[in-house]
Nanobody, 114 residues
């Protein structure tokens, strides 16, 4: 049974930091890229970041470059998203996903507000 379980979301003030985790099971984790995708209230899905099989190559949408860092620990079947200098516009439900196989987690809520 494939599972992607996100954690680490919460309420944080502007300028603060959070680290999201995505624990994967039920498939060969090291064979697939893993992505973070978010959905802000009332908006569509927005791709945020992705990492290749071993975390060497990472990619980001322009709005988070320099603030977010994606990484993965293949020994733990886990992907992380370190989010720094958070802004109100980062408020969203954050999903991790193996887009190629269309596996998605249920999401973790990030709210940036004073």
């Amino acid at each position: 049974q494939v599972q992607l379980v996100e954690s680490g979301g919460g309420l944080v003030q502007p300028g603060g930091s959070l680290r999201l985790s995505c624990a994967a099971s039920g498939f060969t984790f090291t064979n697939y890229w893993i992505h973070w995708v978010r959905q802000a209230p009332g908006k569509g899905l927005e791709w945020v970041s992705g990492t290749d099989f071993d975390g060497v190559n990472t990619y980001y949408t322009d709005s988070v470059k320099g603030r977010f860092t994606i990484s993965r620990d293949n020994a733990k079947n886990t992907v992380y998203l370190q989010m720094n200098s958070l802004k109100s516009e980062d408020t969203a439900l954050y999903y991790c996903a193996d887009i190629f196989q269309d596996y998605w987690g249920r999401g973790t809520q990030v709210t940036v507000s004073s």
